[in-house]
């Protein structure tokens, strides 16, 4: 399956939420949905927690050392950023132009 990613905080405005319902929408789509960051304990947190429970496509990895966001994301296929305000400095997507 394709490997999609979410790499950053686990927050509204960052627009994981926009990710797990869209593959609602896509039950039969073999791919898998990679997200990298800590789960806060609120109630955000339950909802993308719920949301990998009902889903097994959608794969919570956690948080990881900086040195190892290369590995992470030669280990996607495309990376997702749903934010849903201006994001004025997504190092993340800096980072993965050169990859």
Do not use: C
């Amino acid at each position: 399956p394709a490997r999609l990613g979410f790499i950053g905080s686990i927050v509204a405005i960052k627009g994981l939420h926009i990710l797990t319902e869209a593959l609602k929408l896509l039950p039969a789509t073999e791919l898998e949905l990679h997200v990298y960051g800590k789960v806060p304990e609120n109630e955000y947190g339950q909802t993308v927690l719920n949301a990998a429970a009902a889903d097994p496509r959608i794969k919570l990895k956690g948080t990881f050392q900086p040195e190892k966001l290369g590995a992470v994301l030669l280990s996607i296929d495309a990376l997702l950023l749903p934010a849903l305000w201006y994001e004025n400095e997504p190092i993340v997507v800096k980072a993965a132009q050169y990859m």
